[in-house]
């Protein structure tokens, strides 16, 4: 995707919403000498790096991004949009659509991948069917188990507050209504859908 890009003589812009630098280490050998300048943005500055040539680190919220439309070639984002949480720290609908309306705003083109709802394991809490789960036996569950290594909930309002903050994974039709101006592709296992990834190509781009 990035070598279809063409930024018109000068580095190609690239945001990734909540990655490392480490995710683009080894691509970036594989990217044929392409100049780069890679915006890597999280929410807490202990993510964060140290500037280079390539790499820019930066805390920003992904909901409000404080960039010009269309100013990144291209938006990356890898199994973040279903964290994002709106003003009260809730994961919500509503953050997943200011998030979606922001990659589309500020990336020409863009390349948003999510886990997916109707896959059986769930990869936060590594236990099958957690999320397709009534929320008080989550919140059962919770109490009882220490799911992926976590500590147990203390009480019911503890477990129920965790899963206010619990990842929303989306699903098909969710991601069709976040980004209808891009295709949507299925990554699977064992002839099951996985992931979800939207992606967008620059109108100049589209065949």
Known sequence: MLKAVKPGGRALRVLDVGGTANFWRPIIPSLDGLD???????????????????????????????????????????????????????????????????????????????????????????????????????????MNFNLRGGRKSGSLHDAYERLDEHPRLPTFGDMKLLFPDARIERERFALLTKSLTAIRLDDGLRT
């Open 36 to 142: 780069v300048r890679i915006t890597v943005l999280n929410l807490e500055a202990r993510c964060l790096g140290s500037d280079d040539e390539i790499f820019t680190y930066v805390v920003g919220n992904a909901c409000a991004l404080d960039y010009a439309d269309n100013y990144f070639d291209v938006v990356v984002s890898n199994s973040v949009i279903e964290h994002v949480e709106d003003p009260t720290g809730h994961v919500s609908w509503r953050a997943q659509r200011k998030y979606a309306a922001e990659v589309r705003r500020v990336g020409k083109s863009f390349y948003v991948q999510a886990p997916y709802f109707w896959f059986p394991m769930e990869p936060h809490y590594r236990r099958p069917f957690f999320h397709w789960l009534p929320l008080p036996l989550q919140a059962w569950m919770l």
